[in-house]
């Protein structure tokens, strides 16, 4: 977070985005692209059920007994 990144546009219209003296991967999307509401509600039960998966692994963790040496 709180990464800055250069962009450059060619006279030709091509955009390179530069970050820390590298050029970073970059591809163009259809502006026109349509999403289909299936996907979206999908992801949103991926979310929560990461979110859920991530609050069982802390709650496991914590209630073990932690042995140093």
Same mark, same amino acid.
Request: hydrophobic share 35%.
């Given at each position: 977070?709180?990464?800055? !990144?250069?962009?450059?546009?060619?006279?030709?219209?091509?955009?390179?985005?530069?970050?820390?003296?590298?050029?970073?991967?970059?591809?163009?999307?259809?502006?026109?692209?349509? !999403?289909?509401?299936? !996907?979206?509600?999908?992801?949103? %039960?991926?979310?929560?059920? %990461?979110?859920?998966?991530?609050?069982?692994?802390?709650?496991?963790?914590?209630?073990?007994?932690?042995?140093?040496?």
């Amino acid at each position: 977070m709180g990464k800055h !990144v250069t962009l450059y546009e060619t006279e030709d219209g091509g955009v390179s985005i530069v970050h820390d003296g590298h050029e970073l991967s970059a591809r163009a999307f259809h502006k026109e692209g349509h !999403v289909h509401q299936a !996907v979206i509600v999908e992801n949103k %039960l991926l979310g929560a059920a %990461l979110r859920y998966a991530k609050q069982m692994q802390q709650e496991r963790d914590d209630s073990r007994p932690y042995f140093t040496l």
